[in-house]
Structures are given as C-alpha cells and as structure tokens.
C-alpha cells in the first residue's frame, strides 16, 4: 500500500513539475510574442522576424519541457534549427509581397534592402538551418540522418538558385523558396519522428 501511495505522489510531482515548466514556457513564449514582437520589433527594424521568430521555434521546448519535466541540449537544438529557418522562410515571402509589407509600413528586409542583400542573408541562415539539423544527427538513428542530409542539400541548391539567379539578373520567383522552405521543415520533423517511432539505435551509439 505505501508502495502504491509513494508510486503515485512521484508521479503526480512528476506530472506537476512538467507543467509548470511547460506552463512558465508558454507564458515567456505569449510575453514575448506580444511585448517583444509585435510592440517593439515588427515595425521598428528589419531584424524583426529574426528576433520575433524566437516565439515560433518555442513549442519544441514547451514540447519536451510537457513530456520530461525539464530541458536538455536536444530541444534547444530543435529551437535553433527554427530559429535559423524562420528568416529565409519569411523573406521568401516578403521579397514576392514587398510593396504589401511597404504599404503597411512593416520594414522587411526587402522593402529596405537590394534583392542580392536579401538573397545573400536568405543563403546565410539556410545554411545554418541545415548545419543545425546535422548537430542532431549523433542523437537520432539512420532514418533521421539520411533525411536531413537529403532534404539539407535540396534546400540548399534551391536557395542557391534563388541568389544566382538574382545576381546574374534573371527573373526570380521567391515563392519556390519559400514552399520549399515549408517542405523542408515538414520532412525533416516527419524523418524524426518516423526514428523515434522505430526505435532505431543512435548514430552516436555505433562509434
């Protein structure tokens, strides 16, 4: 009976630190959104969607916090990786829709900026997007790094593209990016999750 009654007070103080880790996640996550964001940085600078992009990459930690009660280097990872791709995913979209964002008065990198500019800080931060995913590999299993290695090189050549043609002059459509950019994040989540499902032993663990 003390058994019982020890087993469930660890797991009710388990389940109650969760959550309130969780919880204190999710109220840093709305206080920024609102105070930091959409007050200060989204019509103010053109690094807004760089710093405001913190508020979109914070489910993953809320996530982990949720089911382990605490934080470790994997999540904050996870949030780098989001973290990285948010610019060249919402400048994709902006360079298409510049004279919307002008009109509006939000200063978006390319409502201010040279197109090369913009594609040459799009180029820079898919880069990191995809050397952020590589971190994780040592932790996840075949599938996961197969994955990312894959969808890392079809992002990449994309935002290559993107930049050499504006550079050469050519015509550009941003939007292709920017799908792209959806797709890539879309298939590397589904390639961790698919690892995690299957159990597979950790890159890490062969070495």
């Given at each position: 009976?003390?058994?019982?009654?020890?087993?469930?007070?660890?797991?009710?103080?388990?389940?109650?630190?969760?959550?309130?880790?969780?919880?204190?996640?999710?109220?840093?996550?709305?206080?920024?959104?609102?105070?930091?964001?959409?007050?200060?940085?989204?019509?103010?600078?053109?690094?807004?969607?760089?710093?405001?992009?913190?508020?979109?990459?914070?489910?993953?930690?809320?996530?982990?916090?949720?089911?382990?009660?605490?934080?470790?280097?994997?999540?904050?990872?996870?949030?780098?990786?989001?973290?990285?791709?948010?610019?060249?995913?919402?400048?994709?979209?902006a360079m298409r829709?510049?004279?919307?964002?002008?009109?509006?008065?939000?200063?978006?990198?390319?409502?201010?900026?040279?197109?090369?500019?913009?594609?040459k800080q799009i180029?820079?931060?898919?880069?990191?997007?995809?050397?952020?995913?590589?971190?994780?590999?040592?932790?996840?299993?075949?599938?996961?790094?197969?994955?990312?290695?894959?969808?890392?090189?079809?992002?990449?050549y994309v935002a290559?593209?993107?930049?050499?043609?504006?550079?050469?002059?050519?015509?550009?459509?941003?939007?292709?990016?920017?799908?792209?950019?959806?797709?890539?994040?879309?298939?590397?989540?589904?390639?961790?999750?698919?690892?995690?499902?299957?159990?597979?032993?950790?890159?890490?663990?062969?070495?």
């Amino acid at each position: 009976m003390f058994g019982v009654v020890l087993g469930l007070a660890s797991f009710l103080w388990l389940w109650w630190r969760a959550n309130l880790l969780a919880g204190l996640l999710v109220v840093v996550t709305i206080a920024f959104y609102v105070l930091v964001y959409t007050m200060v940085l989204k019509r103010r600078t053109w690094q807004n969607v760089v710093w405001g992009g913190a508020a979109g990459c914070m489910p993953v930690m809320v996530g982990w916090a949720a089911v382990t009660g605490s934080l470790s280097w994997e999540p904050i990872v996870l949030f780098l990786v989001i973290f990285f791709w948010t610019p060249p995913h919402t400048w994709a979209l902006a360079m298409r829709y510049k004279e919307d964002y002008k009109a509006a008065g939000v200063p978006m990198l390319p409502v201010i900026a040279t197109e090369q500019h913009v594609t040459k800080q799009i180029l820079f931060y898919t880069w990191a997007t995809v050397l952020a995913t590589l971190v994780i590999v040592p932790a996840a299993g075949l599938v996961y790094a197969v994955v990312t290695v894959l969808a890392g090189a079809w992002f990449l050549y994309v935002a290559h593209q993107l930049y050499n043609s504006v550079r050469g002059g050519a015509s550009v459509k941003p939007l292709k990016l920017f799908l792209q950019s959806n797709n890539y994040l879309a298939v590397v989540c589904l390639g961790l999750a698919v690892d995690s499902v299957l159990d597979l032993p950790t890159i890490a663990s062969y070495f």
